[in-house]
């Protein structure tokens, strides 16, 4: 099952790489607002509960969710990601997260919002891999193969 699990995420990076390639042959990325993982760290702790502040979001499949995640942050599969972002405010600080680095659905998320008029986007390139390897707070079991590379 964890094989499955790693192959679709695997799958999906490639997909979403292979579109943002031939996305990107007719215009250069942009410039993409990095934030680390200790910098993430203290911006949560700094806010706290204050979930009106500041959006954390995981867009990886709820199953792979399932199986660790940093606390206080939101599951939303990148399929989902625009409509469920429609009505939020367009300044909301947003950090986008995935499994690891490179994050090939962390930085179509990001251009994504941006595309969509979001101003205030951060991608944490070093996802849940680097998080667990801080040793900072996670919930769920975190036995997942791409945690441990």
């Known amino acids: 099952m964890k094989q499955i699990i790693c192959n679709k995420i695997l799958l999906i990076g490639l997909l979403v790489t292979s579109q943002l390639k031939s996305e990107n042959q007719a215009q250069p990325e942009p ?10 760290h203290e911006k949560m702790r700094s806010y706290g509960d204050n979930e009106q502040v500041l959006y954390v979001i995981n867009v990886l499949p709820k199953a792979i969710c399932k199986d660790c995640k940093i606390p206080g942050t939101l599951n939303i599969p990148i399929d989902k990601l625009v409509k469920k972002v429609q ?7 947003i950090v986008i997260h995935c499994a ?3 994050c090939p659905l962390g930085r179509h998320a990001y251009q994504m919002l941006i595309h969509q008029g979001f101003s205030n986007v951060w ?21 997942a193969g791409y945690l441990k590379g």
Do not use: A, Q, Y
């Open 31 to 40: 410039f993409i607002s990095i934030i680390s993982c200790s910098e993430l």
């Open 100 to 102: 690891g680095n490179p």
């Open 123 to 143: 991608l944490f390139d070093g996802g849940l891999r680097c998080w667990k390897r801080e040793n900072l707070p996670t919930c769920g079991r975190c036995r």
């Open 87 to 93: 009505n939020w405010p367009k300044n909301r600080e």
